[in-house]
């Protein structure tokens, strides 16, 4: 069964504070690897794709990597308004259907 | 560019009750995906409509059910309430593209409670 870890489950930060968010998977095939932010009370809003180890993706302050069995979610000076809770999912083999890790909930205080 | 659409936002149900959400997606993307988001069990996948059939289904007992319309608008059903229902139910879709990039575009949601 596929499986997406995401640690850690919360991470308190002062504003400015740089750190990364950790997604593990445990699949067979992997064919997309994504980061959606959700804020409280609202939709998972999509951030990034990565399909292959290596690869890299940047929008403002955050920036997403991808090895053969982890993705980070770097946040590089963090502001108040980067607070919500940032979710990895995967697809494997033949399936576009992901599956979600449980999240992790970041907070930045300012 | 409208967003996904939810509706009703919040609903309030007892058990043995049954229910029907409603999503419209953005224009022109003809999948539509439902989740259950839980503080337990996160996200996780009900069912997916392409062009008014059912294309994926999660791991969810029959009571769950959807249909989509002509104009790609969906509905899911839930008919005989259990307190475990409680959940934000959301609606995704996704344009053809988009399907093989993981490019989810959500609704809001709606919080149903059980009681």
């Not at chain 1, 930060?13 to 992997?30: F, I, K, M, P, W």
């Not at chain 1, 690897?33 to 009370?41: A, I, M, N, T, V």
């Not at chain 1, 951030?47 to 069995?69: C, D, N, V």
């Not at chain 2, 936002?9 to 003809?30: A, D, E, F, N």
Request: contains cysteine; aromatic residues 10%.
């Amino acid at each position: 069964e596929d499986q997406v870890t995401q640690s850690p489950e919360a991470l308190r930060l002062q504003e400015g504070e740089s750190s990364s968010l950790n997604c593990s998977y445990t699949v067979s095939g992997l064919r997309g690897l994504f980061w959606y932010r959700q804020d409280p009370g609202k939709g998972p809003e999509f951030l990034f794709t990565l399909y292959s180890a290596g690869e890299e993706k940047e929008k403002e302050r955050l920036k997403a990597t991808l090895t053969k069995k982890e993705s980070f979610l770097h946040i590089t000076a963090p502001k108040p308004e980067d607070s919500a809770t940032y979710l990895c999912a995967v697809t494997t083999g033949g399936s576009y259907i992901p599956t979600f890790g449980r999240g992790t909930s970041l907070i930045v205080h300012p | 560019k409208a967003g996904v659409t939810q509706t009703p936002r919040y609903l309030i149900k007892t058990r043995g009750q049954q229910v029907t959400l409603s999503c419209s997606p953005i224009s022109g993307h003809r999948s539509v995906s439902w989740y259950q988001q839980t503080p337990g069990q996160g996200l996780q996948f009900l069912f997916e409509y392409f062009s008014e059939t059912q294309r994926n289904k999660g791991n969810f007992p029959g009571r769950f059910s959807g249909r989509q319309f002509s104009n790609s608008r969906s509905e899911m059903n839930v008919s005989t309430l259990e307190l475990g229902d409680s959940a934000l139910y959301l609606c995704a879709s996704s344009s053809d593209r988009g399907v093989n990039t993981g490019e989810l575009f959500f609704g809001e949601g709606s919080r149903l409670t059980v009681l």
